[in-house]
């Protein structure tokens, strides 16, 4: 199989490269409504409230942001606390970011084959490379309680056969110029 020279890219990932975890905002509000706003309410828990009953209460909220999430934007956060009777004073939003390491470090360039048909030596059907199944058949734990299995690979999609075909990837080169 040929690389596409077209598909070609710089890998800009490093080692450790980061995933972007959980979202918190954080809102500190005066309640100004009557009665007690001890209510949680959508993705926000209080953590504190401070202040006279008569008077206006400093309260503080946590809550968890999902990436598609409203609350990402400040006019529908406020507008969210001003229908329960608060008036925001902050918000705050940290997002947790988490370093992943490797052992192996990341290829410097990605790439893609160009799809090529193949035969199946069982079947004889022809069909795209990339169509080509494999499957981790487990056969149990050994006496040291480590997974035991193997892999099953070049597998037809239409008869199963394993190593149906024999597949030849070309090699990246060192550098690409770019």
């Known amino acids: ?6 598909s070609i ?4 990932a490093t ?5 972007v975890g959980l979202c918190t905002a954080e809102v500190h509000a005066k309640y100004n409504g009557s009665g007690t706003p001890f209510d949680d309410f959508d993705n926000f828990k209080m953590v504190s409230c401070d202040g006279h009953m008569e008077g206006p209460l400093n309260c503080s909220f946590v809550g968890h942001v999902s990436g598609e999430d409203i609350y990402k934007d400040p006019e529908e956060i406020k507008k969210l606390f001003e229908e329960k009777g608060f008036s925001l004073c902050s918000y705050t939003i940290t997002r947790d970011v ?3 390491y490797s052992l192996v470090d990341p290829p410097r360039y990605l790439y893609k084959y160009i799809p090529k048909k193949v035969r199946c030596s069982g079947c004889r059907s022809r069909f795209f490379h990339t169509k080509l199944e494999s499957d981790y058949i487990e056969t149990g734990i050994d006496e040291d ?3 035991q299995g193997y892999l099953e690979e070049n597998k037809c ?10 597949v030849e990837f070309e090699k990246p080169k060192e550098d690409y110029d770019l």
């Open 1 to 6: 199989m040929k690389i596409d020279p077209k």
């Open 9 to 12: 890219k710089l890998n800009t």
């Open 15 to 19: 080692n450790p490269f980061h995933v």
């Open 98 to 100: 988490q370093p992943i």
């Open 145 to 147: 309680g480590e997974e």
């Open 157 to 166: 999609p239409f008869c199963k056969k394993i190593d149906c075909c024999v």
